[in-house]
Each structure stands twice: as C-alpha cells, then as structure tokens.
C-alpha cells in the first residue's frame, strides 16, 4: 500500500479534505496514493509534517517514521541505559540471525 493512503487512513481522513490541506485535487491525492503521480517538494515536506513522518518513510526509503524523534529519544538516555539499550540491539540482531537460519534450514529439510 502506498504510504500516503496508508497515513491518510490511520489519520481517518479523506482524499478531499487531504487536497485542502495541500491545496490541489482529490484527483491529485488519488493519483499520488496510486502511484500515477509524484508529489513534488514542497508537498512531501507539508505532508511530512501533517503526518510526522520522515520524506524518506512517505517514498518508502525507510522504515522508521521519524527517525528524528530516535535519534532524539536516544539521546536523551543515560549514558548508562544507552549501554543497556545497545546491548539490547546486539541480542535482537543474534535472535534475528538465528531465527533466518532456522527458516533456511526447514526450507532445506522439506
């Protein structure tokens, strides 16, 4: 699903009153959400802003919506749960590397 339809209906708002806010078309907004059309700069920065996203998450460049707030929430950590936290990180990366090779090996034992 493109991420402008998928932001537009978790904030339950329709194409029309999205077009207000950018001031263009229901059209447009259809066109944007369908992939017919590219919003150009200035509407990726007011629709990052209206949904609190990153540009890069609106083209599904990335994942994390706002990794500003991330970086922001990080940094405002203890030195000490910082620590914590990146260890965290460390097991997360082990589990996810173990549960891919579990997946590899029943694909080849079937």
């Not at 009153?17 to 944007?32: G, H, M, V």
């Not at 017919?36 to 994942?63: A, E, Q």
């Not at 996810?96 to 080849?108: E, I």
């Amino acid at each position: 699903m493109n991420r402008i339809k998928e932001l537009r209906l978790e904030k339950n708002i329709s194409q029309n009153d999205l077009a207000k806010l950018l001031n263009t078309s229901q059209q447009s907004i259809s066109f944007y959400e369908t992939g017919k059309r590219d919003p150009d700069t200035k509407t990726l920065d007011i629709l990052s802003g209206y949904f609190n996203v990153s540009i890069d998450y609106l083209l599904c460049k990335s994942n994390i919506r706002n990794p500003e707030k991330l970086l922001n929430d990080y940094n405002s950590l203890s030195e000490e749960s910082k620590k914590q936290l990146e260890k965290y990180i460390e097991l997360l990366k082990i589990k996810d590397a173990n549960d891919r090779n579990k997946d590899k090996m029943s694909l080849t034992s079937e």
